[in-house]
């Protein structure tokens, strides 16, 4: 089933979108560390400060976007790359094997694929989505100790976006954006980039990419 509502959303709604305001490692294709491979870090989205929360003293950085359904969490990465045709069949090609394993644990509520491996998450409450990728990346670290060094997931508020192209992640952590989520306990950013403290110890929101 495809959704193909956002072919008339204008190019007024989507600037829009963009002032809202998001991610971690994996080795596999279909997330921030797999996309990015050796890609020199992105440079566009230092704030000027190293650290410290959204602008109210709150952990998890309120400020970022909330989509509050699928049509709307495309919207918004189209604002990044193109996501005008969402898919929420998982017998469509788009899907990657192996996704369904979010749907429970993960408290994941709807996923969705917009193509060339870009993929969106609804997710119930986002210090359940934060906490299980921890508990994950902390137990793959035994055995890959560099796991999750560049984070996995770009953040909003109710959705996690895994894509596949490095233009989408360059965009996405723009100011007025989505960060990444990093949960590595070696994870120090440059000064000027944010490291915001998320809603499970250990885990920050970045918009640091490292090569």
């Not at 929420?88 to 996704?99: E, I, M, N």
């Not at 394993?101 to 969705?112: L, M, S």
């Not at 491996?117 to 670290?141: C, H, N, P, S, V």
């Amino acid at each position: 089933m495809r959704i193909h509502r956002l072919a008339s959303v204008t190019t007024t709604s989507l600037l829009c979108l963009t002032a809202l305001t998001a991610c971690g490692s994996g080795d596999e294709g279909g997330s921030v560390d797999g996309a990015l491979g050796n890609q020199a870090p992105a440079k566009n989205g230092g704030t000027g400060g190293s650290g410290g929360s959204d602008g109210d003293g709150k952990a998890g950085a309120p400020g970022l976007p909330k989509a509050g359904t699928m049509a709307k969490a495309a919207q918004i990465v189209n604002a990044y790359g193109a996501c005008n045709d969402i898919s929420t069949d998982p017998k469509d090609d788009d899907f990657f094997p192996g996704d369904e394993t979010y749907d429970q644990k993960w408290g994941v509520t709807e996923r969705g694929a917009c193509g060339k491996g870009t993929r969106i998450f609804m997710f119930k409450d986002l210090k359940t989505f934060q906490a299980t990728y921890k508990a994950e990346l902390d137990a793959d670290r035994k055995e890959s100790p560099n796991k999750g060094h560049r984070g996995k997931f770009l953040l909003g508020q109710d959705f996690a976006v895994l894509p596949d192209q490095k233009p989408v992640i360059r965009n996405a952590i723009k100011p007025g954006g989505l960060l990444i989520l990093n949960c590595h306990p070696d994870f120090n950013p440059p000064s000027g980039y944010r490291k915001d403290p998320a809603l499970v110890k250990g885990c920050v929101l970045t918009d640091y990419f490292e090569d």
